[in-house]
């Protein structure tokens, strides 16, 4: 029996181990995006495009360098790495590499610049993206070039990682994969509108396994923007293009069902997946990035490659000045100078989709007003001003980043609180306490973001489930007597901790969920749907 229980903890072990590597990589150019629009929870890495080499081993000068500071600031408080992407297309030239690799000096130059940049930008790494080394001497440069790289960044404890081509990708030596962290393969831009199918994922997958690159340093490439137009994935949808296919007008990109089915293959035969890039994606229930999300919390349960809020939990905030965060009950701005904290003194901590919270004091919404006015706790639902990204902060303290790029403040109690400041200091850090759960936590729908309407028990007139209680490892049947066919549905089954199983949109109003891999006992199925959430007690059994 101890026998068993060892090995039943070793392969636990295993499984744990694998489930943490997963990487969801994202490309965020230094000329497109918000660092304030950047879904932190769903990411694990996100690397700052471009960094350009000069011919004698120099670097040119970063663009927005504000933005790259912003970036780190905010992503590291979320436990993202940061990591600097060195090269790009850059319209085909890439002969400051050729120069600088060739040469022991100017390469000398370009590795002890990288470690200086490292440095000033409190960076986690490096990513070459080399387009592209050709055969013969190029490419046993890039070699010498990437074992000096990998020397000083993995002495300092830094990563080194590179982009590569999807296949075809001769001129990248095998003895290139011992020296990195992982390659991101850059499996699109193969062809005209059908530029990155799954096929074309499956070849890269199986070129770059084939020729050596071990499983664990594999990371699938997909594309968030579609050709021959290049126009982002945002923009074909609101040009009409459906989300889950991958046709529209002759322009070839990936919707929904193709992300998922990807991430998919990046668990079975890899050890993540990149995007490019991260501006591109559209919003609420059509992000391909949630996409991703979804198939992160199917394969590992965990909803979170980072560290996320405590959604689903009632909490006090405390300023820098040892008092309380008060919503006023909604009748004047928020302010922070509360001795003790009471009814008004208490936030509802909810998801507001693309992993962003909402608060909710006495059943308003807390919004920024858009740093135009003293932030208020009187909204009835949640729109853009009333989504805040939570930033986990290195003294244990935490502040909230608001859709205008600025944090909300204390104002140190003297003032009504704002969020205007686009830097955090003490104002802008607060102490939570946890009072308790919050019962259906996760209120907002998925197609408008607003409030549900009505929260259902279980003898919702709304919602059927058959049969119930249910056999493990099997099917159960949902209706939806009040289907709207222009409005999504989305179902989560939640476990008693409050720990999303899985997710599924079947949009239809008669539709199956499977228990398999469901262990016995009570569950919430929860279905947003035309404005409404439905909650179900089910029984597994």
Not at 181 to 190: E, G, I, K, N, S
Not at 453 to 470: G, M, R
Not at 484 to 513: C, D, E, G, W
Request: net charge neutral; proline share 4%.
């Amino acid at each position: 029996m101890k026998r068993f229980f060892n090995l039943f903890l070793f392969f636990l072990l295993i499984a744990t181990t694998v489930s943490a590597q997963f990487r969801v990589v994202g490309y965020m150019p230094s000329w497109a995006g918000s660092v304030g629009a950047v879904q932190y929870s769903k990411l694990t890495h996100i690397n700052y495009a471009f960094l350009l080499p000069t011919a004698t081993g120099g670097l040119q000068a970063i663009e927005n360098p504000s933005k790259l500071q912003s970036l780190v600031s905010t992503a590291h408080a979320n436990n993202v790495k940061v990591l600097i992407s060195v090269g790009g297309w850059n319209n085909g030239d890439d002969s400051g590499f050729e120069s600088l690799a060739a040469n022991a000096t100017y390469r000398n130059n370009f590795v002890n610049n990288m470690i200086n940049f490292v440095n000033t930008y409190n960076l986690d790494g490096v990513d070459i993206d080399w387009e592209y080394p050709d055969a013969g001497a190029s490419a046993n440069n890039y070699i010498t070039l990437m074992t000096q790289l990998s020397t000083e960044m993995h002495n300092r404890g830094k990563l080194l990682t590179g982009a590569v081509v999807g296949t075809n990708g001769g001129s990248i030596l095998s003895s290139a994969f011992a020296l990195v962290d992982f390659y991101t393969l850059m499996a699109y831009d193969f062809n005209s509108y059908d530029h990155s199918t799954y096929a074309n994922a499956t070849s890269s997958v199986n070129y770059w396994l084939g020729r050596g690159l071990p499983k664990s340093k594999l990371v699938l490439g997909v594309p968030f923007y579609g050709r021959p137009t290049w126009e982002s994935f945002a923009q074909l949808i609101a040009r009409g293009a459906n989300p889950y296919n991958d046709i529209f007008s002759g322009v070839g990109y990936n919707g929904i069902t193709t992300i998922k089915a990807k991430t998919n293959l990046a668990f079975d035969q890899g050890s993540g997946i990149m995007i490019w890039e991260l501006s591109q994606d559209a919003t609420g229930v059509n992000s391909l990035l949630t996409a991703i999300n979804e198939v992160v919390i199917q394969r590992t349960g965990n909803p979170n490659p980072g560290t996320g809020a405590p959604i689903g939990s009632v909490i006090t905030l405390r300023g820098n000045n040892n008092l309380y965060v008060s919503g006023e009950n909604g009748t004047i701005a928020m302010t922070c100078n509360r001795t003790a904290p009471q009814t008004w003194e208490q936030f509802s901590v909810l998801d507001a989709g693309g992993g962003k919270i909402a608060l909710r004091s006495m059943a308003k919404y807390v919004s920024s007003e858009n740093g135009a006015n003293p932030i208020t706790a009187n909204r009835t639902s949640i729109q853009d001003w009333e989504k805040f990204t939570w930033v986990n902060n290195s003294n244990g303290t935490i502040s909230l980043l608001c859709n205008n790029g600025g944090y909300i403040s204390s104002e140190n109690g003297a003032a009504p609180m704002s969020s205007w400041r686009t830097a955090k200091g003490t104002w802008e850090s607060f102490n939570y306490s946890v009072v308790g759960p919050v019962a259906n936590a996760r209120s907002v729908g998925p197609a408008t973001g607003e409030i549900a309407k009505t929260v259902e028990k279980d003898d919702a007139p709304d919602l059927n489930v058959y049969p119930n209680p249910i056999q493990p490892n099997s099917t159960f049947s949902v209706t939806l007597k009040n289907y709207n066919p222009a409005s999504p549905v989305s179902v989560n089954l939640v476990n008693i901790n409050k720990r999303v199983l899985f997710i599924q949109h079947p949009n239809a109003k008669t539709f199956t969920v499977s228990t398999s891999n469901v262990a016995n006992g009570i569950y919430f199925l929860e279905v947003l749907h035309n404005n409404k959430r439905l909650v179900k007690k089910v029984i597994v059994q």
